[in-house]
């Protein structure tokens, strides 16, 4: 089965990069022991259901880029030893020549650790945690000693061919004309700046290290607090945090370092494009991304940016924007050279990434432990992180998500220009928005 290549995934492969992989990982820390053979099953059952895990990268005679899905055991590489807390550095999927799904499994005395490894040009981040979220049902089931349903969720690969239109109409494209050509502009002649000043390496040299990343989460009370503040300023939870990490930037920015002028900085952040009619549709990269730029001068007055942040948003929605960057990249995939060209230039593209994705396994009917981790087989699952990846010039991406009732962030950075502590830093003063209202400066 050969399934043709949408204009984002194209974006994806060739911005893949030996120093910066196009790798995104799902981590799951257990306390328990899972039954490795039945995890084993469960992930092999389910991945019969989603061809693009299971793909290469095809070429034909006219260069044209497809997937071509192939016969090959699932990569499941099972480790013992005290690393769950940390995994050693995968190696980065080339999707040329391997499926762009990778597991490592890592058994402790009293817990068990799964990192799973994508590659982002098969699936975005919603389509991930709908395939961890299908083998955590599958190996319930399985542990309860009985037989899984067949494709439970009735997932259909014929949508997969439907995956990746921008729905942008000639008729909207001319509604939305000075709206589009605001954001083409942007795109195309504004760059931002990146978090800190930055030695820009050779990318052709493989990462030694690129899975660095620094985790912390808020109290279900925090979290209440937090979910009820953007009630209060009607706003969505994706607008305040937004919001606070252009605050947190701000402030990190002036504590490690002097900035000079009073450059852009750009949060980008994917947009889900699944309709109700693509329910059904495996995991795929079914994304777009959306950009919010912002000057530091503007960080004096936090309701005044947080009012401005969800006209921005608001706008964006009512006037489609989310459709732009695949136009854009269909046209400049035309011009010579094509959007290849475009992403070997070493300008900054985004300070940081931030992908929302909201609350997790909340519809797996698995019983409840008091404080609301779920129980899986025997094991109760303890925390879930999620690392985009990161790009040359952009230093930080971020993930936001929701389990048992916390809202838990992951921040993964270049570990080649950002130390440890300067990471974690970053966090804290993340946190510290996230935990209190800001002043107004």
């Not at 002649?189 to 990318?203: E, G």
């Not at 495996?282 to 947080?306: C, G, H, I, Y």
Request: charged content about 25%; hydrophobic content about 40%; glycine content about 4%.
């Amino acid at each position: 089965m050969l399934i043709p290549f949408t204009i984002f995934e194209k974006y994806m492969l060739l911005d893949d990069q030996p120093a910066y992989p196009m790798d995104s990982f799902r981590f799951l820390r257990f306390s328990g022991r899972l039954n490795f053979k039945r995890f084993e099953a469960s992930i092999t059952e389910v991945l019969r259901y989603h061809p693009m895990l299971r793909s290469v990268v095809y070429k034909n005679r006219r260069g044209q880029l497809f997937w071509e899905e192939i016969d090959c055991p699932i990569f499941i590489r099972k480790i013992r030893g005290p690393l769950a807390s940390r995994f050693p550095n995968p190696d980065a999927i080339d999707p040329f020549i391997e499926p762009g799904f990778k597991v490592y499994f890592v058994e402790e005395k009293n817990q068990t650790s799964v990192l799973f490894q994508f590659h982002h040009s098969v699936s975005d981040g919603i389509g991930e945690m709908q395939v961890l979220a299908d083998i955590l049902s599958n190996y319930a089931i399985r542990f309860q000693g009985e037989l899984p349903p067949e494709n439970p969720r009735n997932l259909d690969s014929a949508l997969l061919l439907r995956r990746g239109s921008s729905g942008l109409t000639l008729a909207k494209y001319l509604r939305f004309f000075f709206s589009t050509a605001v954001t083409t502009h942007q795109l195309s002649l504004r760059f931002p700046t990146p978090l800190a000043p930055y030695v820009p390496l050779n990318t052709n040299i493989p990462a030694k290290d690129y899975l660095a990343f620094c985790a912390d989460e808020l109290t279900q009370e925090e979290t209440r607090n937090y979910f009820d503040r953007a009630k209060r300023h009607e706003v969505t939870v994706n607008d305040l945090l937004i919001r606070d990490l252009f605050l947190a930037m701000g402030v990190w920015r002036k504590k490690w370092f002097v900035p000079k002028g009073n450059p852009w900085l750009r949060i980008t952040m994917p947009m889900n494009l699944r309709t109700e009619s693509l329910k059904n549709m495996p995991a795929a990269n079914t994304v777009t991304m959306l950009f919010l730029d912002r000057k530091e001068r503007e960080f004096s007055d936090p309701d005044l940016l947080l009012r401005n942040i969800h006209q921005e948003t608001d706008w964006i929605k009512r006037t489609e924007q989310k459709h732009v960057l695949l136009l854009t990249l269909k046209i400049r995939d035309r011009l010579p050279g094509g959007i290849g060209y475009e992403l070997k230039s070493p300008k900054c593209r985004a300070t940081a990434v931030l992908s929302n994705l909201g609350r997790i396994f909340e519809s797996l009917p698995f019983m409840r432990r008091h404080d609301g981790r779920l129980f899986v087989g025997n094991a109760v699952l303890e925390e879930v992180d999620a690392a985009p990846p990161i790009r040359s010039g952009t230093l930080i991406s971020l993930s936001a998500l929701t389990y048992a009732d916390r809202l838990r962030l992951i921040l993964r950075y270049d570990a080649k220009n950002m130390t440890a502590e300067q990471a974690n830093d970053l966090l804290q003063i993340f946190f510290s928005f996230l935990k209190s209202e800001p002043a107004t400066a």
